[in-house]
């Protein structure tokens, strides 16, 4: 088994890979960043990212997260990137690019099976959900440590528009809401999801899980809600461990 596999973490601002330790869940090399290029377009990604690759010096399998739902290796749908994805094979491109076997997943189930497999997830058994909270609002969903891939309940409606609209980081910050204001709407995001789902926990995933002691007082949903352990590193570790099942199966 290669224990040592580079994950890849694609978003609508960065992209941000290492080499990662698939038998502990840590990242062994710093993780190095290009900016997503604009408009993130499949060509001029795929460049960014084979550039990327380039400098870790690898060969190898590799796993993306990547802001869409994942269908056989193709993206249906474009998160915060170029609609030029939908119906791409993110796989193929990704692949053809590096010259690499590329496997690719949704960013935030990249998160949660880092999560459930080395982080906080672990303490929790049955029907658990992950948020990540950035530029939109990512989910993952599990059941007994199981992915169920693809959710997107960031895409359900509020107030008039999707959820991630009302309750994101970007929204926190474009408006400037304090973080009690900010934190009332994330708690009515988390009150919706509880009411359809009935999970035993939710984990927060994304730059904001480091601040959670700046709005957790504001979140009332009557089941444990943490902050994920692997912060920011979630999505490139997970990527990793996705890439080195795939390429045994």
Do not use: C
């Amino acid at each position: 088994m290669q224990e040592q596999i580079l994950g890849i973490d694609i978003g609508g601002t960065g992209i941000k890979g290492a080499l990662v330790d698939i038998t502990k869940g840590e990242m062994v090399t710093e993780r190095l960043r290009a900016m997503t290029p604009q408009p993130a377009t499949p060509e001029a990604v795929a460049k960014t990212f084979a550039q990327l690759v380039k400098q870790h010096s690898y060969e190898g399998p590799i796993g993306v997260g990547f802001p869409s739902v994942i269908r056989n290796g193709v993206a249906i749908t474009a998160s915060n990137i170029d609609k030029a994805w939908i119906g791409t094979n993110a796989e193929a491109i990704l692949s053809d690019m590096t010259g690499q076997p590329v496997y690719v997943l949704n960013d935030a189930d990249a998160a949660g099976i880092a999560e459930m497999s080395f982080g906080i997830g672990q303490r929790y058994k049955g029907l658990v959900v992950m948020i990540t909270i950035g530029s939109g609002l990512g989910s993952a969903l599990f059941m007994n440590g199981e992915l169920i891939p693809n959710t997107e309940f960031g895409h359900f409606k509020m107030h008039g528009d999707i959820a991630e609209k009302y309750a994101s980081n970007k929204t926190r910050k474009s408006l400037d809401l304090s973080w009690e204001d900010w934190g009332k709407r994330f708690n009515a995001y988390l009150q919706e999801l509880y009411l359809y789902l009935s999970p035993n926990a939710f984990i927060l995933s994304g730059g904001i899980s480091k601040k959670f002691n700046k709005f957790e007082a504001f979140l009332d949903v009557p089941i444990p809600i943490e902050p994920a352990s692997l912060l920011n590193n979630a999505g490139t570790v997970g990527a990793a461990l996705y890439a080195e099942k795939r390429s045994r199966s």
